[in-house]
């Protein structure tokens, strides 16, 4: 089993910035990639990024491309998620999740583990 904690959400205003932490902890020896998705009230799951645990491959939806950043340390196990020049439209809950072997990385169904989610509020 894999556990995933998220941390750094909160509350801040647009045009600001927040960086989240997801650590994955537990039988942690075979990551194929790990994402990022958030959902907000009364809209399904969407897809933000994911990077490759190899580090070769990054994917970022079109509404973040050029504000979001994703990296990871792999010592740490822990993938960031960088987020600059917030808006409104970004506030939803935040989930990490680790896809242990490739599948695709921009649908949900192709992940295994998933953190209980961080909420990001921006405020206009």
């Known amino acids: 089993q894999v556990q995933l904690v998220e941390s750094g959400g909160g509350l801040v205003m647009a045009g600001g910035s927040l960086r989240l932490s997801c650590t994955a902890s537990?039988?942690?020896?075979?990551?194929?990639?790990m994402g990022w998705f958030r959902q907000a009230p009364g809209k399904e799951r969407e897809f933000v990024s994911a990077k490759t645990w190899s580090g070769v491959s990054t994917v970022y939806a079109n509404s973040v491309k050029g504000r979001f950043t994703i990296s990871r340390d792999s010592v740490k196990n822990t993938m960031y998620l960088q987020m600059d020049s917030l808006k409104p439209e970004d506030t939803a809950v935040y989930y990490c999740?680790?896809?242990?072997?490739?599948?695709?990385?921009?649908?949900?169904?192709?992940?295994?583990?998933w953190g209980p989610g961080t909420q990001v509020t921006v405020s206009s």
């Open positions: 999740a680790l896809q242990r072997f490739a599948k695709g990385v921009t649908a949900p169904t192709g992940y295994d583990y």
């Open positions: 537990g039988r942690t020896f075979s990551i194929y990639a």
